[in-house]
């Protein structure tokens, strides 16, 4: 009997997934469970309200409604991929996992079902290689450009020489946070600063002995590729030993409210790297109260506005919804295919002007895809937290990174890539 | 009425011993492997085999190894996440270094080097039992972990650290890589279960399970009546690990694709496999798989009806979600403590009087 009752439940909810090709379909990878939580649910609430947004006041994106399917990964690769394969028959245009984990797992199963990718500031690097990645894009900027703008920071604040200074690398253990590793060694060949690896285990909780050796060797500078608890962890620890805030810098995943609010007034001067703008001060925003809050319609628990990791998930959709318009301009249908979606991704084109018809000016950098560079120029901007105010301050413009450095290391670990894979090169 | 041995005559001393003694379960089970060899792979699609069978079939091999370590053998392990890591990392060095090495061997072989590293790791439960050997299996579950993250040799010094599957092919169709279809890893798994469930069942039935459950009964008594402790300890340590180092091997290479040890492999993999044999049913084949396919279905099922068809919010069905699989063990280690294979072999007493119970 009862048996027989859970095998119902289970047919009829297999039953319940069939898919609708109708819409614009975005399966959101979303994460709003678990340790890293705190930085999945404004992103999942961001990207989702963009849509929300497009569907309310333009009627879709040339004339066809977007729907968000949202799935919850809570970070786990394994999740992770059973949302790919649950959601990926429903017409699925673009997948935005926010996890380089799942990322990985994605990239060889988004080549074989043709289905695009973009890794916004995220996942593996070298896919910034379009010739070998067709279908994996990761403007506008990677972590490599993350790494170098780091160092780049440092020689702008030192007056372009940081030889002999030391600098400490606080990851978390995982292919995330080792992206970084390689090129930093290569800066710190070039710029003459001496690199120290101090790797944290998932979740990121347990501290101590990492922050008892930067206490021991107090190394001029402290970056970070930290996620989720680890974040408030590192900077509460930072904060405990007296560690100056101005000098410890974070990557973008590392540099939300949620990391340095539970700080309090000590995280005053921490920095963190961004590609996007901060706060809530666009014109956007009047749109979004007008269309989508003021209905009552905010995703999630609609507290998440103008928060950095609130912008970045509008950001990931703003891009997704314009290679919409792309696509369908290039191949003059509305209903686009996942593959049609890849052309678009390729011949977006951010402009000033397209930002500012946007309602979102000056709110990233201006940029361009081809098929041979899927990585975007990289430029990246640093923000610092301003504790009495709440609120983080973007203290430089986006700025170039090392590219010469970048491009080679990008072309090594891509060309290791194909040989792994006998990928052949496209776009010639 | 059909269910009974009554008119089940047995002539030989072979048919008298057999697995299924009753001829209607022996005929259940070969249209249920039918089933699965011969259906199945017509009607499997990406979705069923990704999320649902063939994290069911490399469980499935995982909850063996540990039943016959913990269930049949008695010795309580934790280490199981770090041995399945050792089997994926030997899988991954072997598919990189002999390329031209078949698949079939690669998990074989990446299977008896987990056996090997078992028994090393195995060793200390002849001066240790209960609480103080599981805490010496944690340590090698941390220790294993910790060795794959920090030696880069064993990811050939790839930047993330990750373990990526190459692709490998059986009689030309792909088992590995990205381009697989999903009945042939269906198949490729299926095929490795069934045959070691069967090595494992009349294992278990021969002179080394009976030492096994000896040892597990009661070692000194064993002792005295002639079994070597340390040859069924460490041998069960040894098969233990070979299967949990397929199962390991398998959910790299054919399921995920790429690893990531920390993640993939951590001590939640170890307590994952532990809860399947609780619910399943310690010193029980049948219970591997019943253990493996509660814990794998049920949070595909709550999840579906909760999301796909009821329309919940994501987060709220994934809390529900822990809180209904936890209340399930929960629920099951108060009122069946031998896991749903006794739950089976009740129900099996019943039909053997049904419809006249007295």
């Given at each position: 009997m009862k048996l027989k009752t859970l095998t119902a439940m289970a047919l009829v909810a297999a039953m319940g997934t069939t898919p609708a090709f109708a819409d614009l379909v975005f399966p959101s990878l979303s994460y709003r469970t678990g340790p890293y939580a705190a930085n999945g649910i404004p992103f999942a609430d961001g990207y989702e309200d963009y849509f929300k947004l497009l569907n309310a006041r333009d009627g879709g994106i040339g004339g066809e409604m977007a729907k968000v399917i949202e799935c919850e990964t809570g970070y786990n690769t394994e999740k992770g991929v059973e949302c790919y394969e649950s959601t990926k028959g429903e017409g699925a245009l673009v997948y935005q996992p926010l996890s380089t984990g799942i990322t990985y797992q994605l990239i060889p199963k988004s080549a074989a079902d043709g289905i695009p990718l973009h890794t916004m500031g995220y996942g593996r690097t070298s896919a910034a290689n379009g010739k070998i990645f067709n279908t994996v894009f990761n403007y506008p900027a990677n972590y490599w450009n993350g790494a170098s703008a780091v160092v780049n920071h440092l020689l702008d604040v030192n007056d372009g020489d940081i030889k002999g200074k030391t600098l400490a690398l606080v990851y978390h253990n995982s292919a995330y946070g080792k992206e970084p590793i390689r090129t930093l060694e290569e800066l710190s060949k070039k710029h003459g600063f001496e690199l120290t690896l101090l790797p944290v285990d998932h979740p990121g909780q347990e501290q101590k002995s990492q922050w008892l050796q930067i206490r021991r060797e107090k190394p001029d500078y402290v970056t970070m590729w930290g996620w989720g608890v680890m974040n408030a962890t590192a900077i509460q620890e930072a904060a405990n030993i007296r560690y100056p805030m101005e000098n410890f810098i974070g990557i973008w995943w590392s540099g939300s409210e949620n990391d340095v609010k539970p700080v309090g007034a000590k995280a005053d001067g921490y920095k963190a790297l961004n590609f996007h703008g901060v706060g809530d001060d666009y014109p956007i925003y009047d749109d979004l109260e007008k269309y989508v809050y003021s209905k009552g319609d905010a995703t999630g628990a609609g507290d998440q506005k103008g928060t950095i990791l609130y912008n970045r998930g509008m950001y990931a959709a703003m891009l997704a919804a314009e290679a919409v318009k792309e696509a369908q301009k290039i191949h003059d249908v509305s209903a686009i295919t996942p593959q049609q979606m890849r052309d678009g991704m390729e011949a977006l084109e951010m402009t000033e002007d397209r930002m500012e018809a946007l309602g979102m000016p000056n709110f990233g950098p201006s940029f361009s895809v081809s098929c041979e560079n899927h990585g975007g120029p990289g430029l990246v901007s640093v923000n610092q937290w301003d504790a009495d105010a709440e609120e983080w301050k973007q203290i430089t413009d986006f700025t170039e990174s090392d590219m010469d450095v970048i491009g080679a290391l990008v072309d090594e670990d891509s060309a290791a890539y194909a040989e792994e894979n006998k990928v052949e090169e496209a776009c010639s | 009425m059909i269910y009974r041995e009554v008119g089940d005559f047995k002539t030989t001393y072979r048919a008298d011993g057999q697995t299924f003694p009753i001829w209607f379960d022996r005929w259940r089970y070969y249209v249920v492997l039918a089933f699965a060899f011969c259906v199945v792979p017509f009607i499997i699609n990406d979705y069923w085999a990704q999320a649902v069978l063939l994290p069911f079939l490399i469980y499935s091999i995982a909850a063996i190894g540990l039943n016959i370590l913990t269930g049949y053998c008695g010795q309580v392990s934790l280490g199981t996440g770090g041995f399945m890591a050792v089997g994926a990392y030997a899988c991954y060095k072997l598919m990189t270094s002999f390329p031209d090495l078949n698949i079939v061997f690669c998990v074989l072989l990446a299977g008896l080097i987990t056996a090997m590293v078992g028994i090393l790791f195995g060793l200390p439960s002849l001066r240790i039992k209960g609480f103080y050997l599981a805490v010496a299996t944690l340590a090698a579950q941390f220790f294993l972990v910790w060795l794959f993250n920090k030696v880069a040799w064993f990811y050939n010094y790839s930047a993330s650290g990750q373990i990526n599957a190459p692709e490998r092919t059986l009689f030309g169709y792909k088992i590995t890589g990205a381009e697989t279809s999903a009945p042939v890893t269906y198949l490729f798994c299926l095929a490795l279960v069934v045959v070691l469930a069967v090595i494992a069942r009349n294992l278990t039935r021969g002179h080394l399970g009976r030492s096994w459950m000896a040892i597990r009964d009661m070692d000194i008594a064993a002792e005295i009546i002639g079994v070597n402790p340390l040859k069924a300890k460490l041998t069960a340590f040894g098969i233990s690990s070979f299967y949990i180092g397929i199962a390991g091997a398998l959910l790299f290479a054919v399921y995920l694709g790429a690893v990531e040890v920390g993640e993939v492999f951590g001590i939640l993999k170890s307590f994952l496999v532990l809860f399947m044999i609780i619910i399943g049913g310690l010193g029980s084949i049948f219970g591997c798989f019943a253990g493996a396919a509660f814990m794998v279905l049920l949070p595909v099922t709550l999840k579906n009806l909760l999301v796909g068809t009821l329309g919940w919010p994501t987060d709220i069905a994934t809390h529900l979600e822990f809180s209904i699989v936890g209340l399930m063990i929960i629920v099951f280690l108060i009122l069946?403590?031998?896991?749903l294979a006794q739950l089976w072999r009740i129900i099996k007493e019943k039909l053997r009087l049904w419809p006249f119970p007295h």
């Open positions: - | 069946e403590p031998h896991g």
